[in-house]
């Protein structure tokens, strides 16, 4: 059965706490992926992992997403793992160096053979449903022809890789997102409760 979790964005450390207490709280999830956004990747700003020091206190696992510039990646990167992040994401588009990460998402409007020289060596990919940013966007129905590739060609090869898909996911997408392939879907935190009452 497919994985959903929520997903903060913001750029207020009072929001961030409160989603989290409210994420905790509910008991309903065991994991929560944290947006960086630094303001040139995307046009928006959030919070740095460095704002993160909540992370040892809460019973969770966090994912870090990092919507940042080539020239931020590997330091918001190092943050986020000095910080407690289980998995560090990086945008596939953002970097030169694939290589150096083991969870990448690909944007909306990238190729899947973009990515597909790398899918041996990922625990994660991250098939990006709404343009980078902003959250409240509607889901782009080319993920799933994206999903449907990716767990295609983990299938022929035998990897291992987890397909997760993040941004405009609503609950009558999950029932064809799980029959394409995709393993977790990740949900704004304001709009998950929805979801799963």
Not at 39 to 68: Q, S, W
Request: proline fraction near 4%; charged fraction near 25%; charge should be negative.
């Amino acid at each position: 059965m497919i994985q959903v979790f929520p997903a903060i964005l913001t750029d207020n450390v009072f929001e961030l706490g409160e989603a989290l207490r409210k994420i905790r709280d509910s008991k309903k999830f065991s994991r929560v992926q944290i947006d960086f956004i630094d303001g040139e990747y995307a046009n928006n700003r959030t919070i740095k992992p460095a704002e993160m020091d909540l992370i040892p206190y809460l019973p969770l696992k966090f994912d870090a997403h990092l919507m940042v510039s080539e020239n931020n990646v590997l330091i918001w990167a190092k943050e986020a793992a000095v910080m407690g992040f289980e998995r560090v994401i990086a945008q596939m588009e953002s970097i030169s160096e694939p290589g150096d990460f083991r969870s990448l998402a690909i944007d909306v409007h990238s190729p899947v053979e973009a990515i597909e020289p790398f899918l041996s060596s990922l625990e994660l990919v991250v098939v990006m449903a709404i343009e980078p940013g902003l959250g409240g966007q509607e889901f782009k129905v080319e993920a799933i022809e994206k999903i449907k590739k990716l767990n295609s060609l983990r299938i022929q090869s035998k990897f291992n890789f987890r397909i997760c898909v993040d941004g405009g996911v609503k609950k009558e997408h999950l029932q064809a997102l799980e029959e394409t392939g995709a393993d977790e879907a990740v949900v704004g935190w304001k709009r998950i409760f929805e979801m799963v009452q």
